[in-house]
């Protein structure tokens, strides 16, 4: 069977950040806005390329005046850099339903490569007949890799924000016809 296009269904999905705050809590937060595009033989899943974007000013933490810091200079500054992007390089089988997939990640004008433990959560039809795919991948970035560098030390030591982010992404996409 030859690759298959499915588009991520931004509605039933999610990308979604958590990192240390003050060096005792996790703040999680979401990308409301992004789209995706995925190629692969659903009989053999290491043939998946993936290549999408998310809207950085699309940023939520449930707090405005720390989500106006983090699309700011500072963090993102999505007015110069509006797209996070990635795009696959290799997938690889790393158990049942389990694959590493490995890509560039372009992050502040930044480009990494990340790669995602990502586990196949299966594929059905849904009640109008589309066939859908689902996927559960998590990655670990560090910021200052990609230029995100600000942070403040604390009194008692440590800083304010840590530098290991911690990415998951629940996506469901659907088979383009």
């Not at 009640?127 to 600000?150: C, M, Q, W, Y």
């Amino acid at each position: 069977m030859s690759n298959i296009k499915w588009e991520v269904d931004p509605d039933h999905s999610s990308v979604e950040f958590s990192v240390t705050h003050l060096m005792i809590n996790k703040i999680k937060g979401v990308f409301e806005r992004f789209q995706a595009i995925l190629s692969f033989d659903p009989n053999e899943l290491t043939t998946m390329g993936i290549q999408a974007s998310i809207d950085a000013n699309s940023i939520t933490t449930r707090q405005a005046q720390r989500d106006e810091h983090l699309r700011g200079d500072d963090f993102l500054h999505a007015a110069k850099y509006p797209t996070i992007a990635f795009q696959s390089t290799n997938c690889v089988f790393a158990g049942e339903r389990q694959y590493e997939l490995t890509g560039n990640l372009t992050l502040h004008g930044v480009t990494q490569s990340v790669t995602f433990h990502t586990v196949f959560e299966g594929l059905n039809k849904d009640p109008r007949g589309r066939e859908r795919v689902g996927f559960h991948s998590t990655a670990s970035i560090d910021r200052n890799e990609f230029g995100l560098k600000f942070n403040s030390p604390l009194e008692t030591g440590g800083i304010i924000v840590g530098n290991e982010v911690r990415i998951e992404l629940c996506i469901e996409a659907i088979k383009i016809l």
